[in-house]
């Protein structure tokens, strides 16, 4: 299938503004000094002719490349250098400036100036005159990875945007999109992707066998030339199913040798691998818990046998009762991975790293911040947030996700018994709160092979958002939003303006249509797109809202089921009492009457009413506010992202109706505003 | 894959009661004289070899086959005879009787004679002395149908017995077990048999070609050695999809064309098929609602087509808008085949049969009988009843359907203006109210490859019972039962009894945990199986039950959507007044409060309480009744339904508690007798 370029469609920009200036852009751009030698630096000039051919419309002289001669060309030029003396400069950051008619891009690794020649390109779009250019810039995570949900049959679990362009029909596909695909996440700095699904099934268990390896092995070179490193899902139970063993226990000395031999040849053929991903003991998977063995002992196993090549094993900790009854009320979904992995703090090995979900129950368009981040101190830790948009409007409905992630990086997890040393999530797996290495984000991704690679036009954002925040959690939502509109729409101030509104309130307008005050769910089961209030609740899920005639929520303080106690204080205070939980998570935490008047001075049926028609007119203005930007943005993207509005406008009414309706007839209570409820 | 033989495993039995009569049962048997010829003949000469071998241990010795000599041979023996001259005996029907040492068979037709043999072997397997016997049975319905909701890549729609046993991957299968079902099904009465799913899907649409005719053909000469005749289901727009013509328009003369030139082809090779039946304009299924014309239109066009060849069309009734919005309050699609066939009473070619579901919704546990068959008085139809129990235990849980067939049969539609002259459904659909001979009933089956027919052992009965219903209406619920279990599990008391007894309450157990007082739905959605109140609530379907935290229920009054007008009085008066509706059918026809004070002295909300309390208790019971049952029936049986019973255990608590909880939660109203109610 065709693809579009997304973010690196360049295209020519005017540069009248910087006729007045001694040096110009155009010349200063032309003539490139290569001072280092290596094959993403090959990348990095490639990349660096393509933008500066593509936005200033010149060619590109390349001098001396890979020489270090004369320090100061007499002619203005671009300079890459490798430099090991710039104190500011972490691995992967880089320097742009201008110094003595020179603009140099700088950094101490490879990718580093990769990243910096994708900085540029972003300057360029925007018009910027590069000589005043003086950026330092470090990535804040080392791991910044990008999850696929792809299954070898070429369907993507929670995929809203086709198909697999990994794979189809148990074949790994080699195509120029791969390498579309590649430039597109180096250049927001992605550095590591997993390729399959969490959820291995039998063919996938076959990625580790000779039978894929050798294709495996031209995926990683592709992803190497641009600094990324090829991960793969692996099956806990292989020993089992690919393995002539009768047994995963991973204190088995024979299974312990499996995964020795197994991991030895991988690397003999694919030394660029990146390392292993397990989901274990979870919906199903097979795991360690089969054999009275703790998650540790799990990954450790797999992590002793990948260590000698470099190799990482994450471990997911999304394990928790998939097999509940709904009439048990002591059991809290929320507390699973906190109970499950809490106390074996400390007891992971140096390359394995724990994958947490941002909330303690599943991607929520509202929850609070998983309890696990503040309580592991001696352990790596990943954050994991969904880009793919399961409970948060599937690629129909636009949902900025940036400002969510912002929120969660920013929490403050009060791990430190000092509580003015600043321990946010943030600071937890960037490590500087724990000084790990082994740590960072990881984002299962919105991808598959729509022409426009993310169905909705509009929620490339979120993949592009996602990785820059990643590297630069200090830029703020918008200037993300900036960024990505300039980059891909146009930087017209009208288009400008409509678009970073649209996104800006696209989270609150979801949430205000869909479940009130952090409750979450109602969902249609199994499809997880549209309303269906009681979907999950008489289900084995743990995802209860306990409504009645005389109110909802689920209380979890220390009389409900204990989860607040998870947090350390004062957050514990905070959300065990109903006066100072935060009203958006109200319901998540407590158990609430319909009357209970809330800090708006509205009574909480009334505020699920009022958000639910608000959430309404806020998509029927978003959707006249697109329709104004005909003829100033590409039309097929008019086109696509209009078509998406209609389905938005549906969804979001079906919620208002279907919401107000249940509550309307548990609760009695009418609208003071005397609005329709069916 | 192996089958057994269902209830025509027929065993050796004990004759020793009948040594002191003049004439020994086995010397009698032992002797056959045929005095007719033909293909059914000679079937009836081989079932009636295999019964008196079988259950007498007697070899048989045929006399004279087809000769008509000597009237009264001097030994004892039975004679099969065709005659014309008993003015008893109608169509089909047949006469057994004994005169001057020999026990006739008589009939006016080879079926007859099969009939006469079957009933014979059951007579002989309950123990009877053959020369007290004297009856005469005809017939009820002239047709007596089965539905087969086979699909060609062999699975069956709401099929719960396994796959299919006439298709697999496209291929139509011819094995012994075609011969061995034909035989279960002539042995109860049945002559049509329709092999294919109403919903007819792409590759069905090709059965009317040549490319399976030869097979079909096949099926049609197996069938007719036993008295059945072959229907299929045709797709109404296949002058389109495998035809060459741009419409399906029942008025176009190339459409008209295309029809006459397919059946006349189809009837080349097929001499023997019965007809077809169309599913139309229904569920998405093509019609001619397509084409602005009427269902007659549709109908006639494909009747007329048929007619040169004594081919029969039969038109179902199960049209609805699928579509609906829950917010409309004013469509009822209990409604619509009332509204849109009434108005065509008289319409229809004397060869088109409309073939009407038993209710206005489709298949519940308790409906009120459609009152379309009240409505056509100068229209052939047929009562369409479903022996898989889609909704009412899919064959895991036990229900007895005969009971509920018969309330059917005898509901009193009103339809002469003479309310002293009886017209209930059975006189409809037999043809003794209006003199139609184009009628009877069609049953949607429950049968697959599974060893045992009917995935639950014991729903073989709801399929024997159809039979034996269609021929002999006047037999009661617990007669065909007792018949069924001393023909299929023995006649032992305990036995006989025990499973009476769980069969003949089954109906009323499954209702009390399942769902209230006729309204029906409140389950999983797609599968069907299992509670979910809501499932269908906010859903296209038009299936709702309206629950607030006040009541629940339809207003189907005249001052609701005026369903109840659909009925001639006294029907439509009586449903119309919540005193005089029949309290079974109450939240059907009428919205109710849970405080209303039903006629047992109870609130509806303590009935709704105590009767999922007690349909749990009652399925302990039988299930206990079951255990006791072991080493008196098959073991294979004993095995099967236990696990059957555990099944039905495990749905039967979560209805109960999943309908407390849901109604609890609305209500707000605590159980009398303080019972756990989550």
């Known amino acids: 299938m065709s693809y579009g370029k997304g973010w690196l469609a360049y295209h020519k920009i005017k540069t009248e503004k910087n ?30 002719r393509t933008a500066a051919e593509q936005i200033l419309g010149i060619t590109v002289t390349v001098n001396e490349r890979g020489s270090s001669v004369s320090k100061q060309p007499a002619v203005p030029g671009v300079i890459f250098e490798l430099t090991e003396k710039a104190p500011d400069l972490k691995k992967d950051g880089f320097r742009i400036f201008f110094a003595e008619n020179q603009l140099f891009l700088s950094a101490n690794t490879e990718s580093g100036l990769l990243y910096a020649v994708f900085e540029l390109a972003r300057r360029m779009m925007d018009g910027i005159y590069l000589p005043d250019l003086d950026i ?56 590591a992707i997993v390729i399959n699904n969490v959820n291995v099934h039998e063919r996938e268990s076959y990625l580790i066998t000779d039978k894929y390896l050798d294709s495996l092995k031209k995926y990683a070179d592709v992803f190497a030339a641009y600094g990324i490193q090829l991960y793969i899902c692996v099956n806990f139970a292989a020993s089992i199913d690919i393995g002539s063993l009768p047994t995963a226990d991973p204190l088995s000395g024979d299974v312990i040798s499996w995964w020795q031999d197994t991991v030895r040849h991988i690397y003999d053929i694919v030394p660029e691998l990146g390392g292993f991903v397990v989901k274990a003991d979870s919906e199903g998977r097979p795991g360690p818990f089969t054999y009275g063995r703790t998650q540790a002992d799990g990954a450790n196993m797999l992590g002793r046998a990948l260590k000698p090549y470099g190799g990482l094993l994450i471990w997911r900790c999304f394990v928790y009762n998939c097999g509940q009854d709904w009439r048990d009320r002591k059991t809290d979904r929320a507390k699973a991975s906190y109970d499950y992995f809490k106390d074996l703090d400390g007891s992971f090995e140096e390359n394995v790293i724990l994958q947490i979900k941002n909330g303690p129950m599943d991607f929520q368009i509202r929850e609070p911040v998983s309890p696990l981040f503040g309580g592991l101190k001696n352990t790596n830790s990943i954050l994991e947030v969904q880009i793919a948009g399961e409970y948060t409007g599937q690629q129909k409905d636009v949902c900025y996700l940036v400002p969510m992630w912002k929120e969660i990086l920013e929490f403050e997890t009060y791990a430190f018994s000092d509580k003015d040393k600043s321990s946010t999530v943030r600071d937890i797996v960037s490590g500087n709160a724990f000084r790990n290495i082994n740590c960072g984000m990881a984002g299962v991704t919105n991808t598959g092979n729509d022409y426009n690679w993310t169905g909705n036009d509009l929620a490339a954002v979120n993949l592009y958002g996602y990785g820059r925040l990643c590297f630069c959690p200090d830029m703020t939502a918008e200037q993300i939003a900036r960024e990505w509109i300039t980059m891909t729409l146009s930087s017209d101030s009208q288009v400008m303006n409509t678009v970073t509104n649209i996104l800006m309130h696209s989270r609150s307008t979801y949430e205000k249509y869909t479940v009130p005050l952090g409750i979450g769910w109602m969902v249609t089961p199994h499809s997880h ?65 319909y009357d209970k008047v809330l800090k708006t001075g509205k009574t909480l049926i009334q505020h699920i009413y009022d ?54 007839r548990m ?10 409820i069916y």
């Open 19 to 48: 006729d007045s200036r001694q040096i110009s852009i155009q010349k200063l751009c032309s003539f490139l000094t290569v001072r280092a030698k290596g094959k993403i630096i090959d990348t990095a000039v490639e990349e660096y």
């Open 136 to 191: 330092t810039t470090n990535p804040a995570m080392n791991l910044r990875m990008i999850n696929h949900w792809d299954n070898m049959d070429g369907s993507i679990e929670r995929g809203y945007s086709g198909n697999s362009f990994f794979f189809k029909e148990g074949q790994i596909l080699h195509s120029d999109r791969i390498h579309a695909y590649v430039r597109l996440m180096a250049s927001i700095g992605i550095n």
């Open 529 to 593: 797109y549209g309303p269906d209030v009681d979907g999950y609740e008489y289900d084995k899920w743990g995802t209860y809202h306990r409504a009645d005639r005389n109110g909802l929520g689920v209380d979890r303080t220390k009389k409900g089921t204990g989860f607040t106690a998870q947090y350390n204080e004062p957050n514990a205070s905070m959300y065990n009492n109903m006066d100072t939980c935060p009203e958006e998570l109200l319901l998540f935490f407590h158990r609430v009457r």
């Open 611 to 664: 958000t639910h028609f608000e959430g309404v007119e806020e998509v029927k203005n978003m959707r006249k506010e697109w329709a104004a930007l005909e003829n100033k943005i590409p039309e097929d993207v008019f086109r696509r992202v209009g078509e998406r509005f209609e389905m938005q406008m549906q969804n979001a009414v079906e919620w208002r109706d279907r919401i107000n309706t249940y509550f309307y």
């Open 667 to 676: 609760s009695g209570a009418k609208d003071e505003k005397g609005r329709k």
